[in-house]
């Protein structure tokens, strides 16, 4: 049956998109909507919000990477509809997991012979590397106290304090304590003495960390295989290293090659690296290697029957795309050993050309070290008035992305800056970055301090409060009205978006 | 220092790819070669090394989706540099998802307040008891099995504290399920230390018995888990029922058991074909549901969602807060970065296509698999294991499977282009074997039809070739390339054998001499 309709109902699929009645709706943000829309205007309305989304190219706060050739980006989306779980299916793109790991298994000494397959397989990233590695570290563990009689309920791992977030959540979820070395000031990495310490009968294994997220270092790992063996002879207990090489692990390779950190220590049992970060992939591939068949229990692998043929799988993950272990092997192919040791020269030289611009200006602590994951992380020499938490905030103007925050336990009083170094950071970017900045100290200087550094990063919501927040202070109310007038004044005078 | 060159050193530049040295090297396997070589040539030679791939859109065996709109591939271009894990630097990709579990906001967040937009759709879908504005508990994850082990952590850790308060021991968590089980959930059961008890199928019942189910729940039991759309054969469990009863049993125990609906394929499917179906929040028991946003949701892979019914089925522990890249962050996931672009994708289709749409497109699905069902009834070889109501997808299997099987049938399909799996079944049906055809949204009635003609050819074919001895010998021949010494070790205890093999290996050359066909497998 037709319905006919008048002519003044013209053809939605006439108007050009602006035109039409869809950006005019509010788009749904709690129940699915009951019509659908054309999708020339399904794409504008989410392009167009995705506009207020930060740069990634200027999201320094970040290790992952954002840009990669065009022809790789032709590759990604080929392989975008490739469920990468479906082996049977995509025989080769399975193939070129197993060359990937392989490749990264030799980059890190593993003694595997020249045509004998690595143990190793890619994950989502180094998050689920973590875990797979420690479930490994923990089932061998509990197989060895069961086969001496002895209790295996209270497993526990050493690692520092500034550890990324994934240990813990692999602790909590998978039920492991987490014994943490203490940081201190001017001393920001896990130390070995402390560490070794620590190990007892129930550790699994001693987590050390190649490129800390907050500093960039490199962990001494050679002095942790050290301790650590002269303890397991004195103790009996073999407890095992692993390495979290999430950033450091495509850097060390390439920048300093005879920083001994990798398989060539024997205690280390498996290494974690993420493909996104220094092994310049998008978001989205990490890769785990294991010495050795023994070092993965077999009872954690699976042999399934999944779409008809025989395939072991042992990922927390399934069914993902295929693209980025495509680029992966891409970049390796594409660059080779050479081709990665110019970026990361690369990478240092712009480092350090940012670090010592922000030495100049002769305000500012470098806490990062030379050797390390190419950052710069630093901090206000004089916090009192200002702190870095705003120098945060007002980059974002220029549209830097550059977090501030402060460290863990026990350093809590130390607030950093921290830039990340990409592949895609120019030196120009580098040079331009430190003209801001120091538009940014002329710009803050002349500003009133604010309270406290607490109250700093907070400033924004306290001004929607009611006075009655600090009823206690009287001295600090009036504080506070003389902030909220000069911020007044002065954003009156300024125009420019968060 | 300039080094002249003589003229045939042309500048390596200038070559075609195929005329250049890169195609004549071998390809690196094992180590990292030294030299970087021009990003043409990486491109050709990794692009002509995947057309050996098989042909995604072929791929009968997979729910996961295979073709999007190319307005959807542009957005998945655009944010494909854009690491999902940075709330604070991509707060509108971040507001697209998102998991604010009502937590009291430590979120220094610019644009405000926050709303989690697929999250809430997905779980109004789901009819979990919210009212208009409140915000749904609920997170994005890399696929269903990331959700299902966060739901049964969940439910673990929900156990672990009300055993602890009521004082009693903790330590052997169980779960109860169906054979039929994904096997994510034997996965998350060793992994995370749950002992698995399964409910076994039998002959023409192959999901999960609510009954039997109710049976084996004890005080260990964390939570029961029933699938809305099985892998095997796509049936819907009846979640209604088992609802009903362990409610029953529930108040004669005070167990307080609840239940998880793992709906990876029929999450998106029941709501628009059977939305008078009750097994969704609408049960009182059930906590928690997890869905693929990459099988019928229409999302290329890499995407899955966990919805839980309110805060309290989400123990505050399990919830990090961190302090990553300058701001407060609460998050419940196992992986942490990852690509923004199935979001952004999913999120696409929730607005681009809306219930109708979602409608209109599974009720073709529903369309294209009665007519390759009917289409295979007419041959009157095979018997249709799958039932109408469920996922749109027929599994079938041959009614005589003496003299050849479906694993036969699935290689010889393989020639034409279709890939179907052959399997048999988990216990206690392991003698039942299937080939299943997924029917995904861009499998249109024209490919149907073809598919059912060339499954004849194939049973054609087979039929002119003698009978393999046994199913067991003729896989392992077929699966190893070069196996013929291996298959005839195996050959070598019976003579009889070893006579039938060489007569079939005479044969087939016989056969495939006389057809030139042309297909790859």
Same mark, same amino acid.
């Given at each position: 049956?037709?319905?006919?309709?008048?002519?003044?109902?013209?053809?939605?699929?006439?108007?050009?998109?602006?035109?039409?009645?869809?950006?005019?709706?509010?788009?749904?943000?709690?129940?699915?909507?009951?019509?659908?829309?054309?999708?020339?205007?399904?794409?504008?309305?989410?392009?167009?919000?995705?506009?207020?989304?930060?740069?990634?190219?200027?999201?320094?706060?970040?290790?992952?990477?954002?840009?990669?050739?065009? !022809?790789?980006?032709?590759?990604?989306?080929?392989?975008?509809?490739?469920?990468?779980?479906?082996m049977d299916e995509y025989p080769v793109t399975t193939e070129l997991q197993n060359r990937?790991?392989n490749?990264?298994?030799?980059?890190?000494?593993?003694?595997?012979g020249d045509d004998e397959t690595?143990?190793?397989?890619?994950?989502?990233?180094?998050? !689920?590397?973590?875990?797979?590695?420690?479930?490994?570290?923990?089932?061998?563990?509990?197989?060895?106290?069961?086969?001496?009689?002895?209790?295996?309920?209270?497993?526990?791992?050493?690692?520092?304090?500034?550890?990324?977030?994934?240990?813990?959540?692999?602790?909590?979820?998978?039920?492991?304590?987490?014994?943490?070395?203490?940081?201190?000031?001017?001393?920001?990495?896990?130390?070995?003495?402390?560490?070794?310490?620590?190990?007892? !009968?129930?550790?699994?294994?001693?987590?050390?960390?190649?490129?800390?997220?907050?500093?960039?270092?490199?962990?001494?790992?050679?002095?942790?295989?050290?301790?650590?063996?002269?303890?397991?002879?004195?103790?009996?207990?073999?407890?095992?290293?692993?390495?979290?090489?999430?950033?450091?692990?495509?850097?060390?390779?390439?920048?300093?090659?005879?920083?001994?950190?990798?398989?060539?220590?024997?205690?280390?049992?498996?290494?974690?690296?993420?493909?996104?970060?220094?092994?310049?992939?998008?978001?989205?591939?990490?890769?785990?290697?294991?010495?050795?068949?023994?070092?993965?229990?077999?009872?954690?692998?699976?042999h399934?029957n999944?779409?008809g043929t025989d395939q072991p799988?042992?990922?927390?993950?399934?069914?993902?795309?295929?693209?980025?272990?495509?680029?992966?092997?891409?970049?390796?192919?594409?660059?080779?050993?050479?081709?990665?040791?110019?970026?990361?020269?690369?990478?240092?030289?712009?480092?350090?050309?940012?670090?010592?611009?922000?030495?100049?200006?002769?305000?500012?602590?470098?806490?990062?070290?030379?050797?390390?994951?190419?950052?710069?992380?630093?901090?206000?020499?004089?916090?009192?008035?200002?702190?870095?938490?705003?120098?945060?905030?007002?980059?974002?103007?220029?549209?830097?992305?550059?977090?501030?925050?402060?460290?863990?336990?026990?350093?809590?009083?130390?607030?950093?800056?921290?830039?990340?170094?990409?592949?895609?950071?120019?030196?120009?970017?580098?040079?331009?970055?430190?003209?801001?900045?120091?538009?940014?100290?002329?710009?803050?200087?002349?500003?009133?301090?604010?309270?406290?550094?607490?109250?700093?990063?907070?400033?924004?919501?306290?001004?929607?409060?009611?006075?009655?927040?600090?009823?206690?202070?009287?001295?600090?109310?009036?504080?506070?009205?003389?902030?909220?007038?000069?911020?007044?004044?002065?954003?009156?005078?300024?125009?420019?978006?968060? | 220092?300039?080094?002249?060159?003589?003229?045939?050193?042309?500048?390596?530049?200038?070559?075609?790819?195929?005329?250049?040295?890169?195609?004549?090297?071998s390809l690196?396997r094992f180590?990292?070669?030294?030299?970087?070589?021009?990003?043409?040539?990486?491109?050709?030679?990794?692009?002509?090394e995947?057309m050996l791939d098989g042909?995604?859109?072929?791929?009968?065996?997979?729910?996961?989706?295979?073709?999007?709109?190319?307005?959807?591939?542009?957005?998945?271009?655009?944010?494909?540099?854009?690491?999902?894990?940075?709330?604070?630097?991509?707060?509108?990709?971040?507001?697209?998802?998102?998991?604010?579990?009502?937590?009291?906001?430590?979120?220094?967040?610019?644009?405000?307040?926050?709303?989690?937009?697929?999250?809430?759709?997905?779980?109004?879908?789901?009819?979990?008891?919210?009212?208009?504005?409140?915000?749904?508990?609920?997170?994005?994850?890399?696929?269903?099995?990331?959700?299902?082990?966060?739901?049964?952590?969940?439910?673990?850790?929900?156990?672990?504290?009300?055993?602890?308060?009521?004082?009693?021991?903790?330590?052997?968590?169980?779960?109860?399920?169906?054979?039929?089980?994904?096997?994510?959930?034997?996965?998350?059961?060793?992994?995370?230390?749950?002992?698995?008890?399964?409910?076994?199928?039998?002959?023409?019942?192959?999901?999960?018995?609510?009954?039997?189910? %109710?049976?084996?729940?004890?005080?260990?039991?964390?939570?029961?888990?029933?699938?809305?759309?099985?892998?095997?054969?796509?049936?819907?469990?009846?979640?209604?029922?088992?609802?009903?009863?362990?409610?029953?049993?529930?108040?004669?125990?005070?167990?307080?058991?609840?239940?998880?609906?793992?709906?990876?394929?029929?999450?998106?499917?029941?709501?628009?074909?059977?939305?008078?179906?009750?097994?969704?929040?609408?049960?009182?028991?059930?906590?928690?549901?997890?869905?693929?946003?990459?099988?019928?949701?229409?999302?290329?892979?890499?995407?899955?969602?966990?919805?839980?019914?309110?805060?309290?089925?989400?123990?505050?522990?399990?919830?990090?807060?961190?302090?990553?890249?300058?701001?407060?962050?609460?998050?419940?996931?196992?992986?942490?970065?990852?690509?923004?672009?199935?979001?952004?994708?999913?999120?696409?289709?929730?607005?681009?296509?809306?219930?109708?749409?979602?409608?209109?497109?599974?009720?073709?699905?529903?369309?294209?698999?009665?007519?390759?069902?009917?289409?295979?009834?007419?041959?009157?070889?095979?018997?249709?294991?799958?039932?109408?109501?469920?996922?749109?997808?027929?599994?079938?299997?041959?009614?005589?499977?003496?003299?050849?099987n479906?694993f036969e %049938?699935s290689e010889t399909l393989r020639r034409?282009?279709?890939i179907?799996p052959a399997?048999?079944?988990?216990?206690?049906?392991?003698?039942?074997?299937?080939?299943?055809?997924?029917?995904?949204?861009?499998?249109?009635?024209?490919?149907?039809?073809?598919?059912?003609?060339?499954?004849?050819? %194939?049973?054609?074919?087979?039929?002119?070739l003698p009978?393999r001895v046994k199913a067991k010998i003729a896989a392992a021949a077929d699966e190893d390339t070069n196996g013929n010494a291996a298959a005839e070790t195996l050959a070598h205890k019976k003579s009889?054998v070893e006579r039938q093999r060489e007569i079939t290996t005479f044969w087939r050359k016989y056969v495939s001499d006389?057809?030139?066909t042309n297909g790859v497998c």
């Open positions: 049956m037709v319905i006919s309709s008048t002519n003044t109902d013209s053809a939605e699929h006439l108007n050009c998109t602006f035109a039409s009645r869809y950006v005019r709706a509010a788009v749904p943000k709690f129940k699915m909507p009951e019509t659908s829309i054309p999708k020339e205007a399904a794409y504008q309305v989410i392009n167009d919000e995705l506009m207020l989304d930060g740069n990634p190219r200027l999201n320094l706060a970040s290790f992952v990477t954002t840009w990669m050739e065009p !022809e790789c980006d032709k590759l990604i989306m080929a392989s975008v509809n490739k469920n990468y779980v479906d990937c790991v490749m990264i298994a030799h980059l890190f000494n593993a003694p595997v690595a143990i190793g397989l890619g994950t989502v990233g180094s998050s !689920e590397a973590i875990m797979l590695a420690g479930l490994a570290f923990k089932r061998k563990w509990q197989q060895r106290r069961k086969a001496q009689g002895k209790p295996y309920d209270k497993p526990n791992i050493v690692t520092g304090a500034n550890v990324q977030v994934c240990w813990e959540k692999f602790a909590r979820y998978f039920e492991v304590e987490l014994k943490e070395v203490k940081l201190r000031e001017e001393y920001y990495i896990m130390d070995p003495v402390q560490a070794v310490e620590l190990v007892d !009968e129930n550790t699994i294994c001693v987590a050390a960390i190649l490129g800390s997220t907050l500093t960039g270092e490199f962990e001494d790992v050679k002095l942790l295989n050290e301790l650590l063996t002269k303890k397991n002879e004195e103790t009996g207990w073999e407890t095992p290293i692993h390495v979290d090489a999430a950033s450091g692990g495509f850097i060390a390779p390439f920048l300093y090659p005879e920083l001994e950190w990798d398989f060539r220590l024997p205690l280390v049992k498996s290494i974690n690296v993420s493909g996104h970060k220094y092994g310049l992939v998008y978001a989205g591939v990490g890769w785990v290697v294991w010495r050795t068949k023994d070092d993965l229990p077999e009872e954690l692998i699976f399934i999944y779409l799988t042992f990922t927390l993950n399934f069914s993902k795309g295929s693209s980025q272990i495509i680029a992966q092997y891409y970049q390796f192919i594409r660059l080779g050993f050479e081709g990665y040791k110019h970026i990361m020269e690369n990478c240092m030289e712009s480092t350090r050309v940012l670090r010592e611009g922000l030495e100049k200006m002769g305000r500012f602590k470098i806490v990062s070290k030379d050797v390390g994951v190419p950052l710069v992380a630093f901090s206000l020499k004089d916090s009192s008035k200002h702190t870095v938490f705003e120098l945060s905030e007002n980059l974002r103007r220029f549209g830097w992305i550059i977090p501030a925050y402060t460290m863990p336990p026990n350093a809590e009083k130390i607030a950093v800056l921290r830039v990340v170094v990409r592949e895609d950071f120019s030196r120009n970017l580098a040079e331009r970055l430190l003209s801001n900045i120091e538009e940014v100290l002329k710009e803050i200087d002349t500003l009133p301090s604010r309270l406290s550094t607490k109250a700093a990063h907070v400033t924004a919501t306290i001004n929607e409060t009611q006075d009655g927040k600090f009823p206690k202070k009287s001295e600090t109310e009036t504080l506070e009205e003389v902030t909220r007038q000069w911020k007044r004044f002065v954003d009156g005078r300024r125009t420019g978006a968060c | 220092m300039v080094l002249s060159k003589t003229a045939s050193e042309s500048d390596v530049s200038i070559h075609s790819t195929f005329g250049s040295r890169y195609v004549r090297a690196p180590q990292m070669p030294e030299n970087s070589i021009p990003k043409e040539a990486a491109y050709q030679i990794i692009n002509d995947l042909n995604p859109r072929l791929n009968l065996a997979s729910f996961v989706t295979t073709w999007m709109e190319p307005e959807c591939d542009k957005l998945i271009m655009a944010a494909i540099n854009k690491n999902y894990v940075d709330m604070d630097e991509y707060p509108v990709t971040t507001e697209l998802q998102a998991i604010r579990p009502a937590i009291s906001g430590a979120v220094l967040d610019p644009i405000g307040k926050r709303f989690n937009r697929c999250v809430n759709m997905i779980a109004h879908l789901f009819n979990a008891p919210l009212g208009d504005s409140e915000t749904a508990v609920g997170v994005g994850t890399v696929g269903s099995s990331e959700a299902i082990m966060l739901a049964g952590l969940a439910f673990k850790r929900n156990w672990q504290n009300k055993r602890k308060a009521e004082g009693k021991p903790y330590d052997k968590p169980n779960i109860v399920t169906g054979a039929n089980v994904q096997v994510c959930w034997e996965k998350f059961a060793r992994y995370f230390e749950v002992e698995l008890k399964e409910v076994k199928l039998r002959d023409g019942y192959y999901v999960m018995d609510p009954q039997k189910a %109710v049976e084996m729940v004890d005080e260990n039991t964390i939570c029961v888990a029933a699938i809305l759309g099985s892998t095997l054969n796509g049936e819907f469990e009846d979640v209604k029922l088992l609802n009903d009863l362990l409610t029953e049993k529930n108040k004669q125990t005070g167990w307080d058991t609840p239940i998880h609906v793992d709906a990876a394929s029929g999450g998106f499917i029941a709501p628009f074909l059977y939305p008078e179906l009750e097994w969704d929040f609408r049960l009182p028991l059930v906590k928690s549901i997890n869905v693929s946003g990459h099988k019928y949701g229409l999302v290329y892979a890499g995407i899955g969602w966990a919805i839980w019914r309110n805060k309290e089925d989400l123990p505050e522990e399990l919830i990090f807060h961190i302090n990553y890249l300058g701001a407060d962050q609460p998050t419940f996931t196992l992986n942490f970065s990852k690509g923004s672009s199935q979001v952004i994708a999913q999120y696409y289709q929730l607005i681009r296509l809306g219930y109708e749409g979602y409608r209109n497109i599974m009720e073709n699905c529903r369309e294209n698999m009665i007519v390759l069902k009917e289409g295979l009834e007419k041959t009157g070889r095979f018997n249709i294991v799958s039932k109408d109501n469920g996922v749109p997808l027929v599994a079938f299997s041959l009614k005589d499977n003496s003299s050849h479906e %049938v034409f282009g279709w179907v399997y048999t079944m988990p216990p206690d049906a392991q003698h039942v074997t299937v080939l299943r055809v997924v029917i995904r949204e861009d499998f249109s009635r024209t490919l149907a039809e073809r598919l059912v003609i060339d499954i004849e050819k %194939v049973l054609h074919e087979l039929d002119t009978a009889d006389k057809k030139k």
